[in-house]
T-cell receptor, first 112, second 113 residues
């Protein structure tokens, strides 16, 4: 089983719908992140969390919200999806000391 | 502005050949530089992490170099294999109170048999 698991892996939805992407990890890491990847661009940080009570906005948080339900679970929500949120979304974790990131397999979201 | 630029954007080489990918950055203050490999449609996987004091680091057939004075890094792949076909991403960590990683757009490497 993967250390960082994202669901769903693929989702097609319509403009205005609410979408939740879920992430769970078995690495025991405190830090979790949500990234967005668009073709030809570097990964962009949406939100990050250093522990269950800590939530921080990243570079592109507008239109997104997150919930850290437990150390192992971090979900990303799009309250009202729009077409320019069509992208590949990645969840990642890191241990407190090393900073190395471990990524999930990605969730491909298409907003029509 | 903190930036990471990679070159070339894409590269095609024959299996068994060597290649070198470049990364230039303008991130300050510098903390560390990372190289990731990303297979198409998959999450990035870490290859190396180098701090200011390290100027070379190897991971199997992958060797990364860092020149902190010129703010340049390279990733050298030796004896390429078909499985090396992927995007290679340079990422620089900025030191400070906020968590900040600056991601390059990546170099897409294709290995042909």
């Amino acid at each position: 089983d993967a250390d960082v698991t994202q669901t769903p892996r693929n989702r097609i939805t319509k403009t205005g719908k609410r979408i939740m992407l879920e992430c769970s990890q078995t690495k025991g890491h405190d830090r979790m992140y949500w990234y967005r990847q668009d073709p030809g661009l570097g990964l962009q940080l949406i939100y990050y969390s250093f522990d269950v009570k800590d939530i921080n906005k990243g570079e592109i948080s507008d239109g997104y919200s997150v919930s850290r339900q437990a150390q192992a679970k971090f979900s990303l929500s799009l309250e009202s999806a729009i077409p320019n949120q069509t992208a590949l979304y990645f969840c990642a974790t890191s241990g407190t000391n090393t900073g190395e990131l471990f990524f999930g397999e990605g969730s491909r979201l298409t907003v029509l | 502005k903190n930036q990471v630029e990679q070159s070339p954007q894409s590269l095609i080489i024959l299996e068994g050949k060597n290649c070198t990918l470049q990364c230039n950055y303008t991130v300050s203050p510098f903390s560390n530089l990372r190289w990731y490999k990303q297979d198409t449609g998959r999450g990035p996987v870490s290859l190396t992490i180098m701090t200011f004091s390290e100027n070379t680091k190897s991971n199997g057939r992958y060797t990364a170099t860092l020149d902190a004075d010129t703010k340049q890094s390279s990733l050298h792949i030796t004896a390429s294999q078909l499985s090396d076909s992927a995007s290679y991403i340079c990422v620089v960590s900025a030191r400070g109170s906020n968590y900040q990683l600056i991601w390059g757009a990546g170099t897409k490497l294709i290995i042909k048999p």
